[in-house]
């Protein structure tokens, strides 16, 4: 099983500033790597697929980078809605695997 | 619009059997995998199961494995989840998700709660 890991577990951070969150695979996951932002209550939202293409409607200042074990998620100005869970996750190998995700909060 | 309508969940005593279905609309559903996703209350995503979109090939955690069983209807455009012998650790709110290029999950259901209790 690929595990990924996610870090920081806590961001703390101001609207208007850049967020960089960062995800480790155990091995190899090439590109097929997903990230999804969460809010409470919520169903979580598809942000980007394949490391680095936006989700259809995913606003340009959420993007992606990174292949093989390292991942990031980068949004470029935190804007109010912004303040959510974030998590990735692989689909490389079965079992489909997500990170256990980081929490971007208002500082 | 692509709209995944969640029934079934509920309250069941440990031991006990529940059948999830998702109802599938906006878009071909006989064309696209289809998953299922939990979330124990606060705590992290789990994937649970992935159907193909023939239903020829299924996927599970191995948390599951022997005791759920994924299927779906592609003639109605729903998705099922059979799940027996449930325990205490099967409870979270449980979502189906559209898969894309099997690989990501690019829609998803509004969830059921399902609490396996005594």
């Known amino acids: 099983e690929i595990v990924l890991t996610q870090s920081p577990a806590t961001l703390s951070l101001s609207p208007g500033e850049r967020a960089t969150l960062s995800c480790r695979a155990s091995q190899s996951v090439s590109s097929y790597l997903a990230w999804y932002q969460q809010k409470p209550g919520q169903a979580p939202r598809l942000l980007i697929y394949?490391?680095?293409n936006r989700a259809t409607g995913i606003p340009a200042r959420f993007s992606g980078s990174g292949s093989g074990t390292d991942f990031t998620l980068t949004i470029s100005s935190l804007e109010p809605e912004d303040f959510a869970v974030y998590y990735c996750?692989?689909?490389?190998?079965?079992?489909?695997?997500f990170g256990g995700g980081t929490q971007v909060e208002i500082k | 619009e692509v709209q995944l309508l969640q029934s079934g969940g509920g309250l069941i005593q440990p031991g006990g059997s529940l059948r999830l279905s998702c109802a599938a609309s906006g878009f071909t559903f006989s064309s696209y995998a289809m998953s299922w996703v939990r979330q124990a209350p606060g705590k992290g995503l789990e994937w649970v199961s992935t159907v193909s979109a023939y239903g020829d090939l299924t996927y599970y955690a191995d948390s599951v494995k022997g005791r759920f069983t994924i299927s779906r209807d592609n003639s109605n455009d729903t998705l099922f989840l059979q799940m027996n012998s449930l325990r205490a650790e099967d409870t979270a709110v449980y979502h189906c998700?559209?898969?894309?290029?099997?690989?990501?999950?690019?829609?998803w259901g509004q969830g059921t709660l399902v609490t396996v209790s005594s």
């Open positions: 394949h490391a680095s």
């Open positions: 998700a559209k898969m894309v290029s099997v690989a990501a999950l690019d829609h």
């Open positions: 996750q692989q689909r490389s190998n079965w079992p489909l695997t």
